[in-house]
């Protein structure tokens, strides 16, 4: 959902459909565990 508001401020944008949002190349949640922290890497963008 985050990436998907993030999105949707865009200028231009003007619909999201978040069933195609893949993280990591899984539509889904990013689970971390107890002493894991999130690090941004590479962000790569398609288009489908």
Do not use: P
């Not at 949707?8 to 990591?24: A, E, H, Q, T």
């Not at 190349?25 to 962000?43: H, K, P, R, S, Y």
């Amino acid at each position: 959902m985050k990436v998907g508001s993030l999105l949707v401020n865009v200028d231009g944008v003007l619909d999201v459909d978040y069933s195609s949002i893949k993280l990591n190349n899984v539509a889904g949640n990013v689970t971390l565990g107890n002493d894991e922290i999130a690090v941004l890497g590479t962000v790569n963008l398609g288009v489908m």
